[in-house]
C-alpha cells in the first residue's frame, strides 16, 4: 500500500471537447516538496481545483492519506488535513494578521464563529496565533490591518493561515506570484522551514523557486504529465524543454 500523503489515480476533467485534465497520475511523499510546472495554459489549475474539491473530475481518483477524497467538498477536506495558499490571496482584509490567523486556529478546532469579543477571551487561541507569528517576518505587524499589508506580506500571512489549521499536506498555489526578487527570497527561506515538517505540492512558475525547493518535479503540458524527475533529470530532458519552447534559461 502507497504511504503517500496525496496520491492522485488517473484524473481526468473535460470541459465540452477540451481535455483539461488528461489521466493525470501523481503522489506527494512524506518529507518532500514536489512541484508542479508547466507552460500557461497548461492545465495546472484545473488539477489543483480538483485535488482541493473545487471541481470534481470526470474520472479517477483523488487519496488524502490513504482515505479517497474524490467526492469529498472542500470543507471535508480540509478537516482531513489538506492545506493550501492561493495564486490571489484569500484573506479578511478587514481584521488584523493577529485576527486572521487567530480565525484559522478557531476554524481548525471546530467552534462556530459568533461573536468576536468571545474569541478575544480565548487566551489559548491568541497563544498559538502568536506563537505562528514568533520569528517571522509579520512578528511586529501582528496588529496590522491586512489591507494595510504589502503583497508580499499577504502571501507571508496566507501562508500562516494555511499552517493554523496544522495541515497533513499543504498546496502552494503559485506563492511567488507578483513578489519581487527579495520577497520571493524571503518565501523561499520561509517555504524550506515548513518543509522540514509538512510535504508539500508547489505549483510555480519562478523556475529559481522551484528549483530550490523541489524534492521532485512534474511537468505538465496540455493536461499531461510528460515527466516527473529529480532537479537534474528535469533540467536535461528534451521533451520539457521542448514544451518550454527551447527557453534553455528557464531551465539552467
Keep these: 500500500m502507497s504511504n503517500a500523503i496525496l496520491e492522485v489515480k488517473g484524473l481526468v476533467k473535460r470541459f465540452g471537447g477540451l481535455t483539461a485534465t488528461d489521466s493525470v497520475t501523481l503522489d506527494v511523499r512524506p518529507g518532500e516538496v514536489h512541484a508542479l510546472?508547466?507552460?500557461?495554459?497548461?492545465?495546472?489549475?484545473?488539477l489543483i481545483n480538483q485535488l482541493c474539491g473545487e471541481l470534481a473530475p470526470d474520472e479517477g481518483q483523488v487519496f488524502l492519506a490513504g482515505t479517497e477524497v474524490t467526492a469529498m467538498d472542500?470543507?471535508?477536506?480540509?478537516?482531513?488535513?489538506?492545506?493550501?495558499?492561493?495564486?490571489?490571496?484569500?484573506?479578511?482584509?478587514?481584521?488584523?494578521?493577529?485576527?486572521?490567523?487567530?480565525?484559522?486556529?478557531?476554524?481548525?478546532?471546530g467552534h462556530n464563529f459568533r461573536i468576536w469579543d468571545v474569541v478575544r477571551r480565548r487566551r489559548k487561541l491568541?497563544?498559538?496565533?502568536?506563537?505562528?507569528l514568533d520569528g517571522t517576518p509579520l512578528e511586529h505587524r501582528a496588529h496590522v490591518p491586512v489591507a494595510g499589508l504589502s503583497h508580499g506580506e499577504k502571501k507571508q500571512l496566507e501562508l500562516l493561515v494555511a499552517l493554523a489549521r496544522k495541515p497533513q499536506i499543504l498546496l502552494l498555489d503559485e506563492p511567488m506570484a507578483g513578489l519581487g526578487h527579495a520577497e520571493s527570497q524571503e518565501m523561499v527561506i520561509r517555504l524550506?522551514?515548513?518543509?522540514?515538517?509538512?510535504?508539500?505540492?508547489?505549483?510555480?512558475?519562478?523556475?529559481?523557486?522551484?528549483?530550490?525547493?523541489?524534492?521532485r518535479i512534474s511537468v505538465l503540458v496540455y493536461g499531461r504529465i510528460i515527466?516527473?524527475?529529480?532537479?537534474?533529470?528535469?533540467?536535461?530532458?528534451a521533451e520539457v524543454r521542448e514544451a518550454y519552447l527551447g527557453a534553455e534559461d528557464e531551465l539552467c
Aim: charged share 20%.
Design 37 to 46: 510546472i508547466g507552460p500557461n495554459g497548461a492545465g495546472k489549475s484545473t
Design 227 to 237: 515527466a516527473t524527475g529529480t532537479v537534474d533529470e528535469i533540467r536535461t530532458n
Design 192 to 215: 524550506r522551514d515548513v518543509a522540514q515538517t509538512m510535504p508539500m505540492l508547489l505549483v510555480e512558475h519562478d523556475m529559481e523557486a522551484v528549483f530550490a525547493l523541489a524534492t
Design 74 to 109: 472542500v470543507p471535508a477536506r480540509v478537516a482531513l488535513g489538506l492545506g493550501r495558499t492561493f495564486q490571489i490571496t484569500n484573506l479578511l482584509n478587514d481584521m488584523t494578521v493577529r485576527e486572521n490567523i487567530a480565525m484559522a486556529v478557531q476554524a481548525r478546532a
Design 126 to 132: 491568541w497563544s498559538e496565533a502568536e506563537a505562528l
